[in-house]
């Protein structure tokens, strides 16, 4: 079973940017499908970006143009560049794959106003 880590959160202002990793104890590279997941406060997680393995992406429309993912295999690491952060990007951040494994605890983003 792969173990997934996630990095980088923070408090930050709104504009401002931060970088997310999510560290992988295995290889991914037989993983087609690795994404970033958040939850804020009294709200339902929900999937924010996604990539496969020939690169294609998909993301929310809330995130569409400020966050982009990326992935490096050799490293076993999937990041996630979020900008022009806003106050609503407030939440705790979660990396996973399809079928989903046990979430970890992930990264805690808050974005102040």
């Known amino acids: 079973q792969v173990q997934l880590v996630e990095s980088g959160g923070g408090l930050v202002q709104a504009g401002g940017s931060l970088r997310l990793s999510c560290a992988a104890s295995?290889?991914?590279?037989?993983?087609?499908?690795m994404g970033w997941y958040r939850q804020a406060p009294g709200k339902q997680r929900e999937l924010v970006a996604g990539?496969?393995?020939?690169?294609?992406?998909n993301y929310a429309d809330s995130v569409k143009g400020r966050f982009t993912i990326s992935r490096d295999n050799a490293k076993n690491t999937v990041y996630l560049q979020m900008n022009s952060l806003k106050p609503e990007d407030t939440a705790v951040y979660y990396c996973?794959?399809?079928?989903?494994?046990?979430w970890g605890q992930g990264t805690q983003v808050t974005v102040s106003s």
């Open positions: 996973n794959t399809s079928p989903l494994l046990t």
């Open positions: 990539i496969t393995n020939s690169g294609r992406t």
């Open positions: 295995g290889s991914i590279f037989r993983i087609n499908f």
